[in-house]
């Protein structure tokens, strides 16, 4: 997260779930292993034999850049063979379309990062029901139905809770943290909606 937005503590978290820590409902449910050797006997022990690990990595955009290059060079700390292939976006969103495999222009991970309330519930967090690379969890696809049909908080609660825990046991996405970036504007503009991205409706000379 540092290598994201910097040393300011009040602009990232670290978060450990599969939506958006700090929303109503939402339970980190593991915490990051800091034990390098605890994670690469982790590695071995989940059957890793060596295979090639393609991750790409969107150069134009330096925030989705630097979560790529320190997520490659752990997973080679941990032995992994990790292929890191700069590229632009467009060619990366072209690139994440192919289910080959990696010897064939095919890949394994990207960095990528989306608005907070994209990711706040089942009904409309796309991450655990695998938008890219024909990624499938049938128990999630029926967890979410349930969550969408659910009458109760109780029962939504526990319906996401389920999901997250299937979501950590297979793995659809690797949530790092949340941040949030600085904005600046002219003193005589009124209107401004604080926002992930800019929106300019109402906005106005004071």
Do not use: H
């Not at 590695?43 to 955009?61: F, I, P, R």
């Not at 394994?108 to 655990?128: A, C, E, K, R, W």
């Not at 969890?137 to 908080?153: R, V």
């Amino acid at each position: 997260m540092q290598a994201i937005v910097g040393d300011d503590p009040k602009l990232y978290r670290v978060c450990q779930a599969m939506f958006g820590c700090g929303l109503p409902g939402v339970l980190e449910m593991t915490s990051p292993v800091k034990d390098l050797e605890t994670a690469k006997k982790a590695v071995k022990d989940a059957g890793y034999k060596g295979e090639k690990v393609v991750m790409l990595d969107s150069t134009d955009y330096s925030f989705i850049s630097s979560g790529a290059k320190i997520a490659a060079d752990l997973m080679t700390k941990l032995g992994m063979n990790v292929e890191l292939q700069p590229m632009d976006f467009p060619t990366l969103l072209q690139r994440r379309a192919s289910k080959e495999p990696v010897e064939r222009g095919g890949w394994s991970m990207f960095s990528t990062v989306n608005d907070l309330l994209s990711l706040q519930n089942p009904g409309i967090n796309f991450y655990v029901r695998g938008w890219v690379g024909g990624y499938s969890n049938e128990e999630i696809n029926k967890l979410t139905e349930q969550w969408l049909a659910a009458a109760n908080p109780s029962e939504l609660q526990k319906i996401s809770e389920q999901i997250q825990k299937v979501s950590f046991d297979d793995v659809p996405f690797i949530p790092l943290g949340q941040w949030q970036s600085r904005s600046a504007y002219r003193k005589n503009l009124t209107g401004v909606v604080a926002a992930s991205t800019p929106v300019f409706w109402g906005v106005k000379r004071a």
